[in-house]
């Protein structure tokens, strides 16, 4: 009786692996038989003549059915019987022919095949012949019906080809003149190079090698290397022959003999057709080229392959023939206006961004800048604002064309020089916007611009005296030569603000430099510079040009640097020391607080510091938002306090040799508390009160103004009944008059810093419509007004842009204001409806263009909003279809794609500069309050994350797992085009572009075709005529599975420039998208 023994596991799994080997063994055994079976069956065929039908029947018989050649290599058992001896077995050719036609053998297995007769070009050429014949015939026919992994197979063995017939090249002319078939050779060369051209002349062949090459990558390298071996060697052919050769001998005649007898075959004409039978209709058109020729032109066609471009896009603008822009005179408007301290470098790429979005001509982009600095000349308010437009005009616009000529034009290869020329001879033409700016300023407009970009090297010395010339022939109103100010003797108080302007650049550049050095022991040294400073209008001047070079940020953290020096006592400081101490203090302060209300408290603050006055100013002065809160002004000790009320009081001296400045700062809001409460409960009175103001203002100047501070924030808490106490102590404060009867102990530069203190109090006090009537000047900013409601001024002031083509000051305060008090939200819907009410392309069209200028306001946080808030809402809402019909929907797509390109733009500026902030932030120049309350405010935009469904989506996989853990922990999702790491994914632009591309997928799969679905083809065609950086770095954030759906259902040009564009996305798995799309692409040939 048998007894069964438990087997073990590792005896199982033995028996399951001798199992599947067996299995394996057999079936090698089976197609090493099949393969055996083919070569007799060959033999058979070759013996009785069969037909191609003859052959193809009995093959048949042999592969099981659905299986393709490839598994027995096939084609290499057919090459080998066919290139047996020195010429090619035509009759086995033909077979090879057929099995390819029906599909037998893959085109992969066919070129893997040829490449692997490497030197068969110089041993046996007419093996070669057939070899190029094979060839010739399924260039054209080249397709994969396999998986995505097959399909990029076939591209590199494409490109591998391509390799081969370079090498075969290089082989042929090292060897020729050695060979006595020089001939069949020189054919054989001609074939390559027609092979070559029929190559690089089908779209879908370059973009099949376009893939290869960014997959292999060595062998597109060593292609370039062969291609540059080859011109090397057809040079020395053709240099060799002309190097005459005094003393000859036997071998030497030969070998010259060989060569010459090569340099002939390769230099006479050839007449063929065109494409050499591979395309019968062409067969009527013939070139009579040598064969150099062609080889040339071959070459050039092959690297042209690494600059492959999509379709070019239709234009753009309003009109076919219009090369003019209105978005780009906004621009340059708000640019100057709002962002007149911000770095050169990101403004200069969002225009050269533009340019490429809307297909300009470079000297519509010059002559638009120019334009707009022009018209914002002649609509200015007030003298800060004018210094601010000369500035930019004269010394920052030339510095912008500078910049953009080291760009190069992707539309005109024409000379920069051209552009600049026909931009100025253009502009020429607005004779009278010309006039009336040099009416407006006095100055000759056009000949300091023209002379500013001549020492920039943008013109020559010739074109500077023709444009002059031709400018003095068409001025109406001469203006008076000082103008030009480089060589006039009057005095500064009499030249023209635009010449100071000029002036002022080297001098703010030299006093930087001075700046560097110590003046801690030479203080008074330091104090003549900055009283001469404060005279006239040279400080608004030096900070004009500073801020429109982007040294402002410096010069101002030396200022800091001087004040906080100032503010602390030093060891045996005598009575003059100290009163040079406080004066220092003082002027510094002065300084920092008018530098901070023109160009925004980030000026002074942004260096990261914690001095006194940074404290100060963020705490404390009133900005465009209001006033602050009295929580944040710093509290003082009450004994501190009183000894300075009663010394204000008594108007004793304060003794500078002992005083520390910034806690005499910090007390003044306690005085000023302490004297309003005083007087509301009738313990002083109004002579009181005056005769304190004037020993507080005799003292140091930057004190009035910080009692003003501090009278603002109190003012602003109060209800309308109690403030009366209050305005009447800021009325006393503001009305105040430097008096030099006073014995003020402080005298240095007084009437300068009173005249400074006056402008900053009445700057504070114009921040507030309540505070406002003290400054004694009305508000030079429009407002909006009070009894139309928001929307309609948004509709007007739209409207109204569009009418003009450009924007003024007073529009452009008015968009502002409109986002402060309505929100990127709102605002944002405002904007899309305004687009969607239109009906006219034309109309559309601008007013794509107005939308996408005034986005500029605050792009990233609009963007976000366009992408995560608006667009949703619409295109979740069938009650929106007809706002999404085209052309409405399509200029929302345009809207949205530009808004994208934008953003990302300013990405790529913030890492080039190495910016500080987060890369998908990027705050140039004056920052506004409101981004950081809208930050704050619109919480949708922050806690939206919903992990939920991004998980959902990063699961979606097309053949790979959805997640996956890599070397440090990282989570990638690979459900992308490209894997993402969760940290990207949880910045705001890319969690909206995920957002937004789940959104269109979802559409995608729906069964139902509509407005909808037209609005993601629209988005997407916007997306792949963008340029490389902006398509790419779009699309790394598409789902692969919506990727693969609009391949699989795209056709025409559409599909060859959506798959060059998904194909240098910098994954593989784009890459693989990207060849099976082009490889299962049976429309046709383009």
Same mark, same amino acid.
């Given at each position: ?303 042209? *392959? =690494?600059?492959?471009?999509? !379709? &070019? /896009? %239709? ?10 822009? +209105? #978005? ?72 912008? *064309? =500078?910049?953009?000529?080291? !760009? &190069? /034009? %992707? ?10 020329? +026909? #931009? ?81 650049? %080297? ?580």
């Amino acid at each position: 009786m048998y007894r069964f023994l438990p087997l073990s596991y590792s005896y199982l799994h033995a028996l399951k692996w001798c199992t599947s080997s067996h299995r394996s063994l057999r079936f090698m055994e089976t197609i090493q038989q099949r393969s055996q079976s083919l070569k007799e069956l060959l033999l058979k065929a070759w013996r009785e003549r069969w037909s191609d039908v003859q052959w193809s029947t009995h093959m048949k018989r042999i592969l099981p059915p659905g299986v393709s050649g490839d598994a027995y290599k096939l084609t290499d058992i057919i090459l080998t019987q066919a290139f047996v001896g020195p010429n090619p077995n035509s009759l086995m050719l033909s077979y090879l022919k057929h099995i390819i036609v029906s599909q037998v053998v893959s085109h992969t297995a066919v070129l893997s095949t040829i490449i692997e007769y490497e030197t068969v070009c110089i041993t046996r050429p007419y093996c070669m012949r057939g070899l190029l014949e094979i060839l010739n015939g399924c260039i054209n026919r080249i397709n994969c019906q396999g998986s995505m992994e097959e399909c990029l197979t076939l591209c590199q063995s494409f490109l591998q080809v391509i390799h081969w017939l370079l090498h075969s090249i290089t082989l042929m002319l090292d060897k020729m003149p050695d060979m006595r078939d020089l001939q069949v050779m020189a054919s054989n060369l001609d074939i390559i190079s027609e092979i070559l051209r029929i190559t690089c002349t089908s779209r879908v062949n370059k973009l099949l090698l376009f893939v290869a090459k960014l997959e292999d990558k060595a062998t597109w390298t060593e292609i370039e290397e062969t291609v540059s071996s080859i011109r090397t060697t057809l040079f020395a052919i053709q240099s060799q022959q002309s190097q005459e050769q005094p003393t000859r001998s036997k071998l030497t005649d030969e070998i010259q003999s060989g060569s010459s007898q090569l340099d002939q075959f390769l230099s006479a004409p050839r007449t063929t057709h065109a494409s050499q039978g591979a395309n019968k209709k062409d067969k009527g058109e013939r070139t009579t080229e040598s064969i150099r020729e062609r080889l040339e032109r071959s070459l050039q066609e092959v690297l042209r *392959l =690494a600059q492959l471009d999509s !379709s &070019p /896009s %239709p234009c753009s603008n309003s009109l076919e023939l219009k090369t003019m822009s +209105s #978005c780009i005179g906004v621009m340059t408007f708000m640019e100057a206006a709002l962002n007149v301290t911000g770095d050169l470098q990101p403004f200069v790429d969002q225009l050269l961004l533009v340019e490429q979005l809307q297909n300009l001509p470079r000297a519509s982009v010059y002559l638009e800048l120019c334009q707009a600095s022009l018209l914002g000349l002649i609509d200015l308010p007030d003298t800060c604002e004018e210094l601010k437009w000369l500035a930019f005009t004269f010394i920052k616009l030339p510095q912008i *064309l =500078a910049r953009m000529k080291q !760009s &190069p /034009s %992707p539309r005109d290869s024409t000379d920069s020089a051209l552009h600049f020329i +026909s #931009c100025f001879e253009q502009l020429l033409r607005f004779n009278v916007l010309i006039d009336q700016a040099d009416t407006k300023h006095n100055c000759d407009c056009m000949q300091q611009l023209l002379q500013q970009c001549s020492k920039l090297g943008l013109i020559t010395e010739n074109q500077l005296r023709e444009l002059l010339a031709a400018r003095s022939a068409t001025r109406r109103a001469p203006v008076q030569s000082r103008s030009s100010g480089h060589g006039s003797h009057e005095s500064p108080q009499q030249l023209p603000n635009s010449t100071l302007v000029i002036r002022a650049e %080297p001098t703010s550049t030299s006093i930087l430099k001075k700046w560097d050095m110590d003046y801690s022991k030479n203080p008074d040294e330091l104090l003549g510079v900055l009283g001469h400073m404060m005279s006239g209008k040279s400080f608004e001047l030096i900070i004009a040009v500073l801020a429109t070079t982007g040294k402002l940020k410096k010069f101002t953290a030396k200022l800091i640097k001087f004040n906080e020096q100032a503010c602390k006592q030093t060891q045996a400081e005598v009575t003059k020391g100290s009163q040079v101490r406080a004066a220092l203090f003082d002027i510094s302060f002065l300084m920092l607080c008018h530098i901070a209300q023109l160009y925004g408290t980030e000026m002074v603050t942004s260096n990261g510091g914690d001095s006194f006055f940074e404290t100060w100013v963020q705490q404390c002065i009133p900005d465009d938002n209001g006033a602050k809160p009295l929580g944040s002004f710093p509290a003082v000790e009450p004994s501190k306090g009183d000894v300075l009320l009663s010394q204000y009081h008594s108007g004793m001296d304060i003794k500078t040799m002992q005083a520390r400045w910034n806690e005499v700062i910090d007390t003044m809001p306690y005085i000023m508390q302490e004297v309003l409460f005083a007087w509301e409960n009738g313990a002083t009175n109004v002579d009181q009160i005056q005769k304190l103001i004037d020993n507080v203002a005799s003292k140091l100047c930057c004190l009035p103004i910080c009692c003003v501070a501090w009278l603002c924030s109190h003012i602003a808490v109060l209800a309308s009944t109690e403030r009366n106490r209050a305005l009447s102590l800021l009325q006393i404060i503001c009305s105040h008059q430097a008096s030099s009867q006073l014995g003020v102990p402080l005298q240095i530069y007084d009437n300068e810093r009173n005249a400074m203190m006056q402008i900053i109090i009445r700057k504070m006090c114009s921040t507030s419509p309540v505070t406002n009537p003290m400054a004694k000047t009305s508000r030079d900013v429009p407002s909006l007004p009070p009894a139309t409601p928001a929307t309609q001024v948004l509709s007007s002031v739209f409207a109204e842009i569009m009418d003009k083509g450009c924007v003024d000051r007073r529009t452009l305060a008015l968009v502002d204001q409109l986002i402060t008090c309505g929100g990127v939200l709102w605002f944002c819907r405002g904007v899309v409806l305004e687009i969607c009410s239109l009906h006219c392309k034309n109309d559309l069209t601008m007013a794509v263009e107005v939308a996408f200028a005034l986005f500029q306001v605050d792009i990233e946080q609009l963007t976000l909003t366009l992408t995560r808030k608006v667009l949703p809402r619409i295109l979740a809402d069938p009650l929106n279809f007809e706002k999404l019909s085209n052309p409405r929907g399509h200029a929302l797509a345009r809207l949205t794609v530009w808004c994208i390109a934008a953003t990302l733009t300013n990405h790529t500026s913030s890492r080039d500069s190495k910016c500080k902030e987060s890369p998908f932030r990027l705050l140039r120049g004056r920052k506004r309050p409101r981004m950081d309350l809208d930050r704050e405010d619109s919480s949708v935009l922050k806690d939206e994350a919903r992990p939920s469904k991004i998980r959902r989506l990063l699961s979606v996989g097309d053949e790979d797992n959805a997640t996956s853990t890599l070397t440090g922990s990282v989570n990638y999702s690979t459900g992308f085009l490209v894997a993402q790491t969760l940290q990207q994914l949880n910045e705001p632009f890319p969690r909206a572009l995920v957002s937004l591309f789940q959104l269109f997928s979802s559409l995608m799969s729906s069964s139902m075709i509509g407005p909808r679905t037209e609005f993601v083809i629209s988005f997407m065609t916007e997306i792949i005529h963008c340029s490389e950086h902006i398509a790419s770095g779009v699309l790394q954030f598409a789902p692969i599975t919506m990727m693969s759906q609009m391949l699989n259902t795209s056709s025409g040009q559409f599909l060859l420039d959506l798959a060059l564009a998904i194909g240098r996305v910098d994954s593989v798995v784009a890459r693989r998208l990207a060849a099976k799309a082009l490889c299962h692409n049976k429309t046709g040939r383009f």
